[in-house]
C-alpha cells in the first residue's frame, strides 16, 4: 500500500481500512435505513464481483462489503453511485441516523419517523458524513418504546403522542457509556427540528476533538449548555 493514502477522505466516502492490509470494507447508509430492489442487488453484485460474496448488517441499520480491495474502490464506488447507494461513514461526523419505522407501519407507532428524518437530512442538511469535532449520533424512535436507544446516543427523538415528541439531548455509548437527559417539554416536529439545528451547531462550534457531546455537557454544565445553545427558550 502507497504511504500518501488519505484514509480519513476513505473513510468519509464509506470505505474504511480492514484489520487484513490493503482491504477495505464499504459501509452503506440509506435514509431511514429503506434499501430498494434496485439497491440491493447493486450491493449484492458488488459483494459477488469485488467482495467475498457476503454482506454484513451494521447495528445502525448499514451494509457492509468487506473485502474490498484498494485498486477497486473507484469502480465500487461509481457503481454504487449509479444505483444511488448513499455510503455511510465514521469517525469524527454525523453517523447514519437511526430510525425505526414508527407509524408508518409499526402498531406502536405514534409518530411519522421517516418523514422526520427526511425533514432533518433535506431542510436541516444534517445527515451522516456531516464533519463536527466528534462523532455524533442521531436517532429517532416512533413510541416511547424507544426501540432505537434514544437515551444511548447525542440526540434521541422519541414519540409521545401524534404529532408530539420528546428529545434526550447528551447520551452515547462506547466505552464509558452517558445517559441522555430528557428535555422537560414535548414538542411538536418544527420545534424539534429547531432544537435538533442548534444542538448540532453549538457542537460543531464549541466541541473537541475525541470529545462525546456527553463530555462536553459535563465539562461545562448542563444549564450553561442550554443556555449558550439557546436550547432554554425552544
Ligand atoms: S420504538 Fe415504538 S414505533 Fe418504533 S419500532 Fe419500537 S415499538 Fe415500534
Known amino acids: 500500500m502507497a504511504?500518501?493514502?488519505?484514509?480519513?477522505?476513505?473513510?468519509?466516502?464509506?470505505?474504511?481500512?480492514q484489520k487484513q492490509d490493503g482491504l477495505f470494507l464499504f459501509r452503506t447508509r440509506m435514509s431511514s435505513g429503506i434499501y430498494k430492489k434496485e439497491q440491493l442487488?447493486?450491493?449484492?453484485?458488488?459483494?459477488?464481483?469485488?467482495?467475498?460474496?457476503?454482506?454484513?448488517?451494521?447495528?445502525?441499520?448499514?451494509?457492509?462489503?468487506p473485502f474490498i480491495k484498494f485498486e477497486n474502490i473507484s469502480e465500487v464506488e461509481?457503481?454504487?453511485?449509479?444505483?444511488?447507494?448513499?455510503?455511510?461513514?465514521?469517525?469524527?461526523?454525523?453517523?447514519?441516523?437511526?430510525?425505526?419505522?414508527?407509524?408508518?407501519?409499526?402498531?406502536?407507532?405514534?409518530?411519522?419517523?421517516?418523514?422526520?428524518?427526511?425533514?432533518?437530512?433535506?431542510?436541516?442538511?444534517?445527515?451522516?458524513?456531516l464533519d463536527l469535532p466528534s462523532k455524533f449520533k442521531i436517532v429517532i424512535s416512533g413510541c416511547p418504546n424507544c426501540c432505537t436507544?434514544?437515551?444511548?446516543?447525542?440526540?434521541?427523538?422519541?414519540?409521545?403522542a401524534a404529532g408530539n415528541h420528546a428529545i434526550y439531548l447528551g447520551g452515547c455509548g462506547g466505552r464509558v457509556p452517558h445517559t441522555g437527559f430528557k428535555l422537560n417539554k414535548v414538542f411538536n416536529e418544527n420545534e424539534v427540528l429547531q432544537i435538533i439545528g442548534k444542538a448540532v451547531n453549538f457542537f460543531k462550534a464549541n466541541g473537541k476533538s475525541k470529545q462525546r457531546l456527553a463530555l462536553l455537557i459535563e465539562e461545562i454544565g448542563k444549564e450553561k449548555f442550554l443556555k449558550d445553545s439557546g436550547l432554554d427558550n425552544v
Open 3 to 17: 504511504d500518501n493514502i488519505d484514509y480519513d477522505n476513505l473513510k468519509k466516502r464509506g470505505f474504511l481500512r
Open 78 to 129: 461509481a457503481q454504487l453511485n449509479s444505483a444511488q447507494v448513499k455510503s455511510g461513514t465514521s469517525g469524527a461526523r454525523v453517523r447514519a441516523t437511526t430510525v425505526c419505522p414508527g407509524n408508518n407501519w409499526c402498531k406502536f407507532g405514534l409518530i411519522n419517523t421517516f418523514a422526520l428524518s427526511d425533514k432533518m437530512e433535506k431542510e436541516l442538511g444534517i445527515e451522516c458524513g
Open 41 to 65: 442487488d447493486k450491493i449484492s453484485q458488488i459483494a459477488q464481483e469485488f467482495g467475498q460474496g457476503f454482506v454484513h448488517l451494521t447495528v445502525r441499520q448499514g451494509i457492509e462489503i
Open 149 to 160: 436507544r434514544v437515551q444511548q446516543s447525542e440526540i434521541g427523538v422519541h414519540g409521545v
